[in-house]
């Protein structure tokens, strides 16, 4: 019922670009803090990005700051994570994620897109 679907990853040179987009449906995608995370082989899981419900506030990793952006269109249930001058330390599975924050934490998760940076 409750589906968090990523797109747009791929394999990529090092200094190129990306966009990534999480598709979302059944739940209220408006009241719900949207992230991004990765996940390298043998690395933990990381926050790569947030973005509050009304999209006013965003927050990156200081790996990604400068070089991604994320968005969200509440109009059409999607989130974005653009990815600029990517580096082979960003290979991992993107995965998407939301939050509702204002009644509870509760937590969806996408099942990932992989991003292979190399040359």
């Known amino acids: 019922q409750v589906q968090l679907v990523e797109s747009g990853g791929g394999l990529v040179q090092p200094g190129g670009s990306l966009r990534l987009s999480c598709a979302a449906s059944?739940?209220?995608?408006?009241?719900?803090?949207m992230s991004w995370y990765r996940q390298a082989p043998g690395k933990e899981r990381e926050l790569v990005a947030f973005?509050?419900?009304?999209?006013?506030?965003?927050n990156y990793a200081d790996s990604a700051k400068g070089r991604f952006t994320i968005s969200r269109d509440n109009a059409k249930n999607m989130v974005y994570l653009q990815m600029n001058n990517l580096k082979p330390e960003d290979t991992a599975v993107y995965i998407c994620?939301?939050?509702?924050?204002?009644?509870?934490?509760?937590?969806?998760w996408g099942r990932g897109t992989q991003v292979t940076v190399s040359s």
């Open positions: 994620n939301a939050v509702l924050v204002s009644v509870g934490i509760v937590t969806y």
């Open positions: 059944g739940f209220t995608f408006s009241s719900y803090r």
């Open positions: 973005i509050t419900s009304s999209g006013g506030i965003t």
